[in-house]
Nanobody, 121 residues
Framework: VQLQASGGGLVQAGGSLRLSCAGS????????IAWFRQAPGKEREFVVR????????YYADSVKGRFTISRDNDKNTVYLQMNSLRPDDTAVYYC???????????????WGQGTQVTVSS
């Protein structure tokens, strides 16, 4: 499965962005999708995941209540709505796919290319 992440940009603190992760194949709908992020000099960290049907989600504590993940399997796309953005949300955001819903980067089967999110103070 090829993944294409998009929607990043520059936003002021308190603003919003919506990221998209588009899959290349119909099998996209059989994968759990997760978002990770990596800030300069830091390890890649888990942000949020959604199961294949969209019925189960899991958020990192740092984004709970501010970020919302959803998916449209008819469009082979997962969305990440990010509200109340803070400067410490600044990172490259990656979407990833795996069959078992892992929150570990090393367990993911496929990765998108990343999209830069920059939040200014």
């Amino acid at each position: 499965v090829q993944l294409q992440a998009s929607g990043g940009g520059l936003v002021q603190a308190g603003g919003s962005l919506r990221l998209s992760c588009a899959g290349s194949e119909r099998t996209f709908s059989t994968y759990d999708i997760a978002w990770f992020r990596q800030a300069p000099g830091k390890e890649r960290e888990f942000v949020v995941r959604i199961n294949w049907s969209g019925g189960i989600t899991y958020y990192a504590d740092s984004v709970k209540g501010r970020f919302t993940i959803s998916r449209d399997n008819d469009k082979n796309t997962v969305y990440l709505q990010m509200n109340s953005l803070r400067p410490d949300d600044t990172a490259v955001y990656y979407c990833a796919a795996d069959k078992y819903g892992s929150t570990r980067a090393g367990d993911q089967d496929y990765w998108g290319q990343g999209t830069q999110v920059t939040v200014s103070s």
